[in-house]
């Protein structure tokens, strides 16, 4: 049940986190008293706009404080889950620690921007080194699970390609691009690419067993023609690899 505030009551609200379940909390309540509910809060918060610049600086005061600390538990626990559990980061967690960092002195005043000049730096300055740890582990684990994934259909070789693609050109984005990543990449696309004509390839093999060698010709002639179109789509304008029929 969402409780009832008398007009001014802004008990609870210490930070932007509890104004924003103040107001979904209203959010769920029909018009009539949601609308009074809205009054109360409207009114408690002009008080606080007129209470003069005393009360300004302590806000801003609590607010970069909050703010720093919110930065640094995400990168504690991002650092936390790179050594216990590296599979379970997710795009997510960066995309929330880089959200936070840039927020740490939105919406504060300079007086406190310079007064926590030092903690801010510091809290971003960790931040990038946990974001950048981060981004490394995820990506090369998305490239290693698209070099194991299972292809069975045209769009899992499509999947491939494109998780692939995204890895690589952020981590060249990033500077953090090795040659030894690069190539798993491309591992993982030839693979991908070698799909269709690897199922020529085995049904050559069983024409070729039940004494259909005019078939079986045929199927490895076909199978090089599909590796030729999907290595293109794989590797754009570059020359195509041989087909190595004793690989699968």
Do not use: C
Not at 49 to 57: K, S
Not at 79 to 97: A, F, G
């Amino acid at each position: 049940m969402t409780p009832s505030y008398r007009r001014g009551d802004l008990s609870g609200l210490t930070d932007l986190p509890s104004w924003l379940t103040r107001i979904r909390e209203i959010a769920t309540l029909p018009d009539a008293e949601a609308l009074q509910q809205l009054d109360a809060l409207l009114w408690g918060a002009f008080e606080i706009a007129g209470a003069g610049p005393e009360a300004e600086r302590d806000w801003d005061e609590a607010l970069v404080q909050e703010q720093i600390q919110r930065v640094r538990s995400i990168s504690e626990r991002l650092r936390d889950t790179l050594q216990r559990r590296p599979q379970d980061l997710t795009l997510q967690d960066l995309d929330q620690l880089q959200r936070e960092t840039g927020q740490i002195d939105f919406n504060v005043s300079r007086e406190h921007v310079q007064k926590h000049a030092q903690a801010i730096a510091a809290a971003k300055a960790e931040a990038r080194e946990v974001a950048t740890q981060v981004e490394l582990v995820y990506l090369t684990a998305r490239i290693r699970d698209a070099g194991s994934l299972l292809i069975a259909t045209a769009a899992a070789v499509l999947k491939v390609y494109g998780t692939v693609n995204r890895a690589l050109e952020a981590l060249q984005r990033s500077g953090q691009l090795t040659p030894g990543l690069e190539a798993e990449g491309r591992a993982a696309k030839e693979r991908a690419a070698r799909f269709r004509a690897q199922k020529k390839l085995d049904e050559a093999e069983v024409s070729e067993a039940g004494g259909n060698a005019k078939k079986a010709t045929r199927l490895r002639a076909e199978a090089g023609v599909v590796w030729a179109q999907d290595f293109a789509k794989a590797f754009p304008g570059a020359p195509v690899a041989t087909l190595d029929e004793h690989r699968s």
